[in-house]
């Protein structure tokens, strides 16, 4: 890019917002430890890498990819968890620090970051002007670039995956070269980017599309299984005013759907609060979950402490504020003993309680620690190339408990690969994002688009420099 362009861009920003605070500073790259390991947040395992760098501007991206040889990973929030941000011997790329408001719209809605930020940083700069994050996921802990790579997705009603919202792209090459990508600049390369887990450069830049910060109400209603998809085109997918929206399967049995809506609403706010605050104490939810998934009285106790409240205490808030959850309120003290993951899987409308049947039945066969399942609707994917919705789809996002070590995660394998046939046997599909225990042939039944995936990576990446675990187990030779 221009490097004057973007000064004026940058000085231009920095003068709408009436401050330069929020802008990233520059700077070089920070090195660590040449003996240090990549782990990410269920640290199940560690990859030992040659270097770890921390570029703070694009220009420090370009120049550690043309001054370095072989292998390159790419890590941001680390909020995947199979390895997906780790190659072994390779240049680890830390885009934490690449952080910072390239410029915002408020407008046209439209705001430019820096990869490494994260929503809630990104949040702080949108929120006085009103405008909210359009897709996201429920937390806001994870970098937008992550987001980008995986092809997130939230509670966000007919808006689909990230996918549908990014403007434009900045990705780094192999050989430091910069490319501009949108939906007529390279759109091929746009469209494999996205989803495409760090496999065909770095993403340094991501252009959004944003949302209103409209005051939201929680409306929440228990469905039976077999009535959840009517129910949901008729009372939640037709009316204008619903925003948010998922259901919670609980264990044991996962077959009573507690639908929770966000509809736009006039009413007076009982939480007045534009933004979650950061630095929350979340001890109590955190024992909560630890109790429910540990005590013989656990479902007694959710029933109480978690779905009770939902169903019999207003809420009224503003997106934004509903939007910056802490996914630290989810997580457990320490992982010595165990560590929580999650799994997801997209099936196609018709095939909701077939699956979600058989779903219940395969985890208690294996007496998985399941705390829930929360169902989301996606319309078909019509922007990236690895989608998971080629078609409209509802969306099964298993949160469970696992104990920690070896051999308990090649226990998880074995009802995760029964998962996965299910899910294709419905004519489905499941997350990349998470543990690699799908087999090749799994894999390639899920993508077939990997194959023209694998075509561009030998485009942009002849020399196969960006690699991680995923892409080394399953990638097309």
């Known amino acids: 890019m221009d490097e004057h362009i973007d000064k004026q861009r940058r000085a231009a920003t920095a003068a709408l917002l009436g401050t330069g605070a929020a802008l990233a500073l520059p ?4 090195d660590t430890d040449a003996t240090a390991q990549v782990t990410d947040i269920a640290d199940i395992e560690r990859t030992a890498v040659a270097r770890i760098a921390r570029p703070r501007t694009v220009a420090d991206v370009a120049a550690l990819l043309r001054g370095s040889r072989g292998a390159v990973s790419i890590g941001g929030a680390r909020y995947s968890m199979g390895g997906q941000i780790a190659a072994p011997g390779s240049l680890h790329l830390d885009l934490r620090d690449l952080v910072g408001l390239v410029h915002l719209d408020p407008v046209a809605q439209r705001v430019r970051v820096r990869s490494g930020m994260r929503w809630r940083d990104v949040q702080e700069l949108i929120d006085p002007h009103d405008l909210s994050v359009a897709v996201m996921q429920s937390y806001s802990n994870f970098s937008v670039g992550g987001s980008v790579a995986v092809n997130c997705h939230g509670r966000y009603l007919h808006a689909g995956p990230i996918a549908h919202t990014v403007q434009a792209l900045q990705l780094v090459d192999a050989q430091g070269d910069v490319h501009e990508l949108d939906r007529e600049r390279d759109a091929e390369l746009f469209s494999a980017a996205i989803g495409g887990y760090g496999g065909l450069g770095v993403v340094t830049e991501v252009e959004l599309a944003l949302a209103r910060n409209d005051m939201l109400e929680r409306q929440v209603q228990r469905v039976a299984l077999a009535d959840y998809p009517a129910f949901f085109a008729e009372r939640i997918a037709a009316d204008p005013r619903a925003v948010l929206h998922n ?3 609980m264990p ?22 534009r933004l979650v605050p950061r630095g929350q104490d979340y001890a109590r939810e955190q024992n909560l979950i630890w109790a429910a998934s540990e005590l013989p009285l656990g479902e007694a106790l959710r029933e109480r402490y978690q779905t009770a409240p939902l169903l019999h205490t207003p809420a009224v808030m503003r997106r934004n504020c509903q939007a910056s959850l802490d996914a630290r309120s989810l997580e457990p003290r320490t992982r010595r003993m165990s560590t929580y993951l999650l799994q997801e899987y997209f099936l196609p409308l018709p095939a909701f309680a077939a699956f979600a049947r058989e779903m219940g039945t395969i985890l208690r066969r294996h007496e998985v620690n399941a705390l829930n399942i929360s169902i989301r609707h996606s319309p078909a994917d019509t922007v990236s190339l690895l989608r998971w919705a080629p078609q409209p789809v509802f969306s099964f996002v298993l949160y469970y ?3 920690s070590g070896a051999a308990p995660d090649r226990a998880a394998a074995v009802w995760t690969r029964q998962l996965i046939d299910a899910a294709l046997a419905h004519g489905g599909r499941y997350y990349l994002p998470y543990r690699l225990h799908a087999t090749p042939q799994q894999f390639a039944a899920a993508y077939p688009e990997a194959e023209a995936f694998a075509r561009i990576k030998r485009r942009i990446d002849p020399q196969h420099r960006f690699r991680n675990r995923l892409w080394d187990k399953y990638l097309p030779a």
């Open 247 to 249: 259901a919670d399967l």
């Open 27 to 30: 700077g070089c790259a920070r």
């Open 401 to 403: 408990k696992q104990r």
């Open 252 to 273: 044991p049995q996962f077959d009573r759907p507690l639908a929770v809506t966000w509809l736009r609403s006039d009413a007076a706010p009982t939480d007045t609060r």
